[in-house]
């Protein structure tokens, strides 16, 4: 809530305070500081938003789930199923209906695309059918996208509450490339979305570039599975992008085309695709506090792992696309779990 507040004022030295590696730049501020007020004209739209912002987590509450009898996995559908049902009092606050509207569009569009697991690589261009304009979500996605810039920005209060830690230079770049993507697709009116979805691949494939790290000579399909393990990996450095790209390199050879066949199924017009929730997570624990020259093991284990997930999922052109979730948090105990630090291979050998 903070964070709406130093966006809004311009206090840029507050909404920094904290951060140390790769400092949001006073111009990209400026950047986020106009694409708040461009979309805030008056203080009802101010207060709208924050009224999405408030309510956005309550999807949640294990016991909300639990009363609009959805998995609480998946906590867009939870919220948008309680506001459905009238559980929501928070939302009856905001009188004009036109306003209204827009924050439960936008919770639909939340239901089926989260943002941040197209920054991460989580999620397949499928999700992206959400934004299908028929029913013109112009105001709904502005809503949808600042929620998300704000939800980012307050990541992370928890351990220091000063300043938006979180929203860093290469964390602001990769939020609003997105947005911006998303947007010029919704635009269009086409089903251009694995297109969109494989141009924010490329994106990141360049500033990886830029930084001295070339992708190798591989098939496109390859390809497109390295680059999302770094999105999920959140990688950002030459150094860290080898080791990754050595764990998949070394993957044996029928690992890899199966993990590659999974990661490749945009949900679209080639069957179900599968969506590893959590996926990042899990691979941010899986790499907790391990030195860098033994990060290689802990890779393998996990891409091992995650080949598991998709089970044999791989694209089948002209069958009706879908998308299936597989819910990766169980396996926090394990990957947290002194055993998994001494020995990853039993990460490699799990199954859901």
Same mark, same amino acid.
Request: proline share 6%; hydrophobic share 40%; net charge negative.
């Given at each position: 809530?903070?964070?709406?507040?130093?966006?809004?004022?311009?206090?840029?030295?507050?909404?920094?305070? @904290?951060? /140390?590696?790769?400092?949001?730049?006073?111009?990209?501020?400026?950047?986020?500081?106009?694409?708040?007020?461009?979309?805030?004209?008056?203080?009802?739209?101010?207060?709208?938003? %924050?009224?999405?912002?408030?309510?956005?987590?309550?999807?949640?509450?294990?016991?909300?789930?639990?009363?609009?009898?959805? #998995?609480?996995?998946?906590?867009?559908?939870?919220?948008?199923?309680?506001?459905?049902?009238?559980?929501?009092?928070?939302?009856?606050?905001?009188?004009?209906?036109?306003?209204?509207?827009?924050?439960?569009?936008?919770?639909?569009?939340?239901?089926?695309?989260?943002?941040?697991?197209?920054?991460?690589?989580?999620?397949?261009?499928?999700?992206?059918? *959400?934004?299908?304009?028929?029913?013109?979500?112009?105001?709904?996605?502005?809503?949808?996208?600042?929620?998300?810039?704000?939800?980012?920005?307050?990541?992370?209060?928890?351990?220091?509450?000063?300043?938006?830690?979180?929203?860093?230079?290469?964390?602001?770049?990769?939020?609003?490339?997105?947005?911006?993507?998303?947007?010029?697709?919704?635009?269009?009116?086409?089903?251009?979305?694995?297109?969109?979805?494989?141009?924010?691949?490329?994106?990141?494939?360049?500033?990886?570039?830029? @930084?001295?790290?070339?992708?190798?000579?591989?098939?496109?399909?390859?390809?497109?599975?390295?680059?999302?393990?770094?999105?999920?990996?959140?990688?950002?450095?030459?150094?860290?992008?080898?080791?990754?790209?050595? *764990?998949?390199? &070394?993957?044996?050879?029928?690992?890899?085309?199966?993990?590659?066949? @999974?990661?490749?199924? /945009?949900?679209? &017009?080639?069957?179900?695709?599968?969506? #590893?929730?959590?996926?990042?997570?899990?691979?941010?624990?899986?790499?907790?506090?391990?030195? &860098?020259?033994?990060?290689?093991?802990?890779?393998?284990?996990?891409?091992?792992?995650?080949?598991?997930?998709? &089970?044999?999922?791989?694209?089948?052109?002209?069958?009706?696309?879908?998308?299936?979730?597989?819910?990766?948090?169980?396996?926090?105990?394990?990957?947290?779990?002194?055993?998994?630090?001494? /020995?990853?291979? %039993?990460?490699?050998?799990?199954?859901?």
């Amino acid at each position: 809530m903070l964070a709406i507040k130093w966006v809004l004022a311009g206090d840029y030295e507050t909404f920094t305070s @904290g951060q /140390n590696n790769g400092k949001l730049e006073e111009k990209s501020f400026v950047k986020l500081q106009e694409f708040f007020r461009d979309r805030l004209p008056t203080p009802e739209d101010v207060y709208a938003l %924050i009224v999405a912002l408030m309510i956005d987590d309550i999807g949640k509450d294990k016991a909300l789930a639990e009363s609009v009898e959805i #998995p609480e996995k998946n906590h867009g559908e939870v919220l948008l199923k309680a506001v459905e049902n009238g559980l929501v009092p928070a939302l009856e606050t905001i009188t004009d209906q036109a306003k209204k509207q827009n924050i439960i569009q936008s919770l639909r569009i939340g239901s089926k695309l989260d943002i941040s697991q197209i920054v991460q690589g989580e999620t397949v261009p499928h999700s992206m059918l *959400a934004l299908n304009d028929s029913q013109n979500l112009h105001d709904a996605f502005n809503i949808k996208a600042m929620v998300t810039l704000l939800d980012v920005g307050g990541a992370a209060a928890h351990c220091d509450p000063r300043g938006c830690i979180v929203m860093t230079q290469p964390i602001f770049d990769h939020y609003m490339k997105a947005i911006e993507l998303l947007d010029e697709y919704r635009r269009k009116g086409n089903l251009g979305w694995p297109e969109c979805y494989n141009k924010y691949l490329a994106y990141r494939a360049d500033i990886l570039k830029d @930084g001295g790290f070339a992708l190798p000579s591989t098939e496109d399909l390859e390809k497109h599975a390295l680059l999302r393990l770094l999105c999920m990996g959140r990688v950002e450095t030459k150094a860290k992008a080898e080791q990754f790209q050595k *764990a998949f390199a &070394d993957l044996p050879s029928s690992t890899k085309t199966a993990l590659v066949e @999974g990661m490749s199924v /945009n949900g679209i &017009d080639d069957g179900t695709a599968i969506l #590893p929730y959590y996926a990042p997570g899990i691979l941010s624990e899986v790499l907790r506090d391990v030195p &860098d020259e033994r990060i290689v093991p802990y890779l393998d284990a996990f891409m091992k792992f995650l080949t598991g997930v998709y &089970d044999g999922s791989k694209p089948e052109p002209g069958k009706p696309g879908a998308l299936k979730e597989r819910d990766l948090a169980p396996m926090q105990g394990l990957v947290k779990s002194p055993g998994f630090k001494k /020995n990853p291979e %039993i990460l490699a050998k799990a199954t859901l």
